[in-house]
């Protein structure tokens, strides 16, 4: 069992080292999201907002251990499908999934998906959990506009409580005393699970990523609640790049 025994560091030098802190807890990363009511539902969600034909082509942005890849798989069984991810550790447990054999995985910044060889373009990019923890989200956002077809859709499926101090309250209350203690039971650690609750309580509410996406050049920009206890904490943040 690690032991967590480091000064807490600032979020930014935090999200340099989150491929190896998400390395380490990639072994029991599946168990412990298990155990959260509505997660894997909720990933199925997003993914089947994203209305993409048959055959589309898909990026799964920071795809971790394919989680988000395997709702994707289910609700477009025959959409091509690419998972990028920087965690080795996150993307070996990815692979080892039979029922997404067919899947190309690439180890890569999210940052940067085209420079590590995610060119596209395509009909379709899911990222799951992955906009907050960018050291330029600005910039990233940009970069996957650009990997879009014309009419190409973007589903950012995140964490968002700025705008609402009951949606605070609750996930402070959930991280504290159940995720954090339930991640050192399960991955020895609880670095990655208290940079989970502090970086969410950072990141923006729902009308800032909003103007994030707009200034990124997408249209058609809405947000799409989650139901259960993650209402108004997880949600699904849609748009698109224009048809020119």
């Not at 491929?19 to 999201?33: E, H, K, N, Q, S």
């Not at 994203?50 to 251990?65: H, P």
């Not at 139901?227 to 224009?242: C, E, K, N, T």
Request: one cysteine or more.
């Amino acid at each position: 069992m690690t032991t967590d025994t480091e000064t807490p560091k600032p979020l930014g030098e935090r999200k340099e080292r989150i491929a190896t802190d998400f390395t380490r807890v990639a072994r029991g990363y599946d168990l412990l999201c298990a155990l959260n009511p509505g997660y894997i539902r909720h990933l199925g969600m997003s993914a089947n907002r994203l209305k993409l034909a048959g055959d589309a082509s898909v990026l799964d942005l920071c795809c971790g251990t394919g989680l988000s890849t395997a709702a994707l798989r289910k609700s477009y069984p025959g959409v091509s499908i690419t998972g990028l991810d920087a965690s080795a550790g996150m993307l070996a447990v990815a692979r080892n999934k039979k029922n997404l054999s067919d899947v190309t995985w690439i180890e890569g910044d999210g940052m940067n998906p085209a420079a590590a060889g995610a060119t596209g373009p395509y009909d379709g990019i899911l990222m799951a959990y992955g906009i907050r923890n960018m050291v330029d989200p600005d910039l990233c956002l940009t970069r996957l506009h650009e990997l879009l077809k014309p009419g190409g859709s973007l589903c950012l499926h995140e964490y968002s409580v700025a705008d609402s101090r009951r949606s605070q309250w609750t996930w402070k209350l959930v991280t504290s005393t159940i995720v954090i203690p339930l991640g050192l039971v399960f991955t020895g650690t609880t670095s990655i699970y208290r940079y989970l609750r502090e970086s969410v309580l950072e990141f923006d509410g729902v009308a800032a990523l909003e103007e994030r996406l707009k200034r990124a050049g997408f249209i058609d920009v809405r947000t799409e609640p989650m139901d259960g206890w993650q209402r108004g904490i997880v949600h699904s943040f849609l748009a698109r790049r224009a048809e020119q």
